[in-house]
């Protein structure tokens, strides 16, 4: 079997159609025998699809996904796990392991990486429904919701530091306006901008990936969870709800006898800063 991964820096990359790189993993009797990286060379999702195809690839694991790119993987019989995010090496153990399932993240890169959606559908992050998620957003108000956007952005924290943007990638963002693909405060700055505007944005964390919750903080007994005493603080690594749903977490801290995980978005509690150009409205 082999399984690609959208890849960036050992995580997951989170949009599947800006993915510059992919990571093969050739696995033999449950057991990872081979990796490889490969260049996406700039495709767009149809031609990634036919890209996996030729390197016989049986499963794709990816943060957020569009209803196309799946369509696209479906016709060439790649399985697909959308929604995952985290260290790219732990996500296919914990696929090996059974513990990584398809969410059938139909989102955007700035939605936030957890969410998981099924076309377009809600859970962990944002919608509170980790599936329809078409709705979520439904308190946005504009003259462009419900049309297919075209921007380029760039994201800051309040220091300056940038997180993400679409000018360092060469390719400019779609989405639909209101359709609950953005996080709420992108969605809202570009509901009412015109094509070749350039918009500034400060947006809260209940705008953008929510306040941290105390509650998502929880430690383990290590005796309970084999393995945890090789954990570091600050690893992100994927356990399993009662339902059998994988979900990822942080290591927040541990001592000898507990270990504790931060289930918060890595984006939690904090205040970012958009620069959105509106390049055009395409219906």
Request: net charge negative; proline share 4%.
């Amino acid at each position: 079997m082999k399984i690609a991964l959208t890849y960036e820096n050992g995580q997951i990359f989170q949009h599947f159609g800006h993915t510059e790189c992919f990571k093969l993993y050739e696995v033999e009797d449950g057991q990872i025998r081979r990796t490889e990286l490969i260049d996406s060379n700039g495709s767009g999702h149809g031609a990634l699809a036919e890209l996996l195809h030729r390197h016989s690839i049986d499963v794709l694991i990816c943060g957020g996904i569009g209803g196309g790119a799946q369509a696209a993987l479906a016709e060439q019989g790649i399985e697909l796990c959308a929604g995952a995010s985290g260290d790219a090496d732990e996500a296919v153990a914990a696929y090996l392991r059974g513990e990584l399932v398809n969410t059938g993240a139909n989102c955007d890169h700035h939605h936030g990486e957890d969410h998981a959606c099924g076309s377009q559908g809600c859970g962990e992050q944002g919608c509170h429904s980790e599936g329809g998620c078409g709705g979520c957003h439904s308190g946005v108000r504009g003259k462009n919701v419900g049309k297919t956007c075209r921007v380029h952005y760039r994201g800051t924290f309040n220091d300056g530091t940038q997180f993400d943007a679409s000018y360092d990638r060469g390719e400019p963002l779609e989405f639909v306006c209101g359709a609950g693909m953005m996080i709420p405060g992108f969605d809202a700055a570009v509901a009412n901008m015109e094509p070749g505007q350039i918009l500034d944005v400060h947006l809260t964390p209940e705008e953008a990936y929510g306040p941290s919750d105390p509650e998502a903080i929880f430690p383990v007994e290590l005796s309970q969870l084999p393995g945890a005493e090789q954990l570091q603080v600050g690893e992100r690594i994927y356990l399993q709800d009662p339902t059998g749903q994988a979900f990822p977490v942080t290591v927040a801290a541990r001592d000898e006898k507990t270990i504790t995980f931060d289930a918060n978005h890595e984006m939690a509690g904090k205040e970012l800063n958009f620069r959105i150009e509106l390049l055009e409205l395409l219906d």
